[in-house]
């Protein structure tokens, strides 16, 4: 519905990375041409560093895709794997085959593989996401990949993607392995002022407009300080704001607005930079003559009817009133007692005033069974209610106190139920959140097949996800593991299984997988 308001083509303020919006500054630009020679050079290990929510990711997007077809690419964005998991996730994305947990058979069959792929005239890029989350272990198991054989250096290249406290995990890691190679050091730095301005108007160019046409110069420039040339925050300032503008039907955000979402997210201790004057009564120029000249002849011909009245009697009366400008000015006369329009006081204007709904984001809630990797909930399903967020409180502590405990499972069920949360680290005080009530049948999920699949649970650990994958009970059945990016750096690892004919069956399987307490929303 935002997008048919504004007149978006898309959403230009998405916190996904989407190459449709890269947007090269002169350091993002150096960034992507210094990985991408790199590689091509085979400096063999790189490292690419900058602070949260500066575009690491989205830069890594478009490296991947500038890279020639001789180069193949296993992205791992899940970093907080051990060295074993860590070489079979790397063979699993290159189509190695994994038989075995035992280290050294482990880099036996991973050398072979890359030997293949030497042998082929290819190159193999990794590329890990998050990697500040990398134990020095970890870290110097990868260096010594490269002592391998000679060639390995030379057919293996590794860019290691993080925050800027994973210089000092390398640094370490290299102190104590004294490794002779050099890695190739890449920073990115924050937007300026104008680049965080292009960077705005760039975004909302790709959907057909332009910043001048959405936000006021005086919302800019406070979307600008405020955000810190971070992209991330630019996008949920920027989306916020929308989302508030279209539920106030402006067309056009201006400072206030951006103002109130600011206050939101900071909550009641942030000091406004806006100084809001009281309301005035505002006369016209025109207005104010008008009324000048009207009272200064009711007053001029009150006096004279009053003095002629008591001293010349009727007599003068009669012929004041045969005057032809007395019936000029008789409209005037007659006009005298008119009301005239009351200006709304402060307090009034309040009252009337349109209510601001400052939810970070708009999207409607999906309609039932429209998607089998989604749990949807019927509306019959009844809720612990709906909660107000207070100042101090966040995701979890609010899936603590009403649940008693807290998990990956019980916070994916929560998002679902309240879509307006697009990320679990950021929620508004205020904001209204609804309650699930944790039965069986919530798990159950209509297809529109009239078949029924079920939610095992979600996870942040791919070994967690696995341990469905024997039960008898789900023999013959399809078990799908669904990567989800849960904004700003994480990745939960949703589990399916389908399909069932009937709800009365997928229950019977529920209550016996939660026997065996492998069912995470029902643990104690």
Request: net charge positive.
């Amino acid at each position: 519905m935002q997008l048919a308001y504004y007149k978006f083509s898309d959403k230009p303020f998405e916190l996904s990375p989407d190459l449709k919006f890269l947007f090269l500054t002169k350091s993002y630009k150096e960034g992507l041409e210094k990985v991408l020679k790199g590689i091509n050079e085979r400096r063999g290990l790189m490292i690419l560093t900058g602070e949260v929510g500066t575009g690491k990711t989205m830069l890594i997007y478009g490296v991947i895709e500038q890279l020639p077809p001789k180069v193949k690419t296993a992205f791992i964005f899940h970093s907080t794997y051990n060295f074993i998991e860590l070489l079979q996730q790397i063979l699993s994305e290159v189509g190695g085959s994994v038989t075995t947990e035992e280290i050294n058979e482990l880099k036996n069959q991973f050398l072979l593989h890359l030997k293949k792929i030497r042998e082929q005239g290819e190159v193999l890029a990794v590329l890990i996401d998050e990697a500040q989350k990398l134990s020095e272990d970890v870290v110097r198991d990868l260096f010594r990949l490269f002592k391998l054989e000679p060639w390995v250096s030379e057919t293996l290249q590794v860019v290691l993607v993080g925050q800027p406290e994973l210089e000092k995990t390398l640094n370490s890691a290299l102190l104590k392995y004294r490794s002779p190679n050099t890695p190739l050091r890449i920073k990115i730095d924050p937007l300026s002022g104008k680049e965080s301005l292009d960077y705005i108007e760039h975004r909302l160019r790709k959907v057909g407009r332009s910043s001048a046409g959405i936000f006021s110069p005086q919302a800019l420039s406070m979307i600008v300080e405020k955000a810190g040339g971070i992209p991330r925050l630019i996008n949920v300032l920027c989306d916020n704001a929308l989302f508030a503008g279209y539920n106030a039907s402006v067309k056009k955000i201006d400072a206030n607005i951006v103002e109130e979402i600011i206050r939101n997210l900071e909550g009641p201790d942030y000091k406004p930079k806006i100084k809001k004057k009281p309301p005035r009564n505002v006369i016209y120029p025109r207005l104010s003559y008008r009324l000048f000249v009207r009272d200064g002849l009711i007053v001029f011909f009150g006096l004279t009817l009053v003095v002629g009245i008591f001293q010349f009697r009727t007599e003068l009366t009669e012929r004041i009133t045969k005057f032809r400008w007395f019936g000029e000015i008789k409209p005037l006369l007659s006009k005298a007692g008119d009301p005239v329009k009351k200006t709304p006081s402060q307090k009034e204007n309040q009252e009337n005033a349109v209510q601001v709904d400052l939810r970070p984001e708009g999207r409607p809630k999906p309609a039932q069974g429209t998607s089998l990797g989604e749990p949807v909930q019927p509306s019959s399903l009844p809720t612990k209610g709906i909660i107000q967020v207070k100042k101090g409180e966040n995701l979890s502590k609010l899936i603590v106190n009403h649940y008693g405990k807290f998990n990956k499972s019980l916070a994916d069920l929560l998002l679902t139920h309240n879509p307006s949360i697009t990320n679990p680290d950021l929620v508004l005080i205020d904001q209204q959140i609804k309650l699930p009530e944790i039965r069986e049948e919530i798990l159950i999920t209509p297809a529109s097949d009239n078949h029924f699949s079920v939610h095992l649970g979600t996870f942040s650990d791919l070994r967690e996800a696995n341990q469905f994958v024997n039960q008898l009970v789900l023999k013959g059945k399809n078990i799908t593991i669904q990567p989800k990016k849960i904004p700003p750096r994480q990745t939960w690892y949703r589990v399916m299984v389908g399909s069932f004919k009937s709800q009365k069956e997928a229950l019977e399987v529920i209550k016996s997988l939660r026997g065996k307490g492998l069912l995470p929303f029902f643990r104690p």
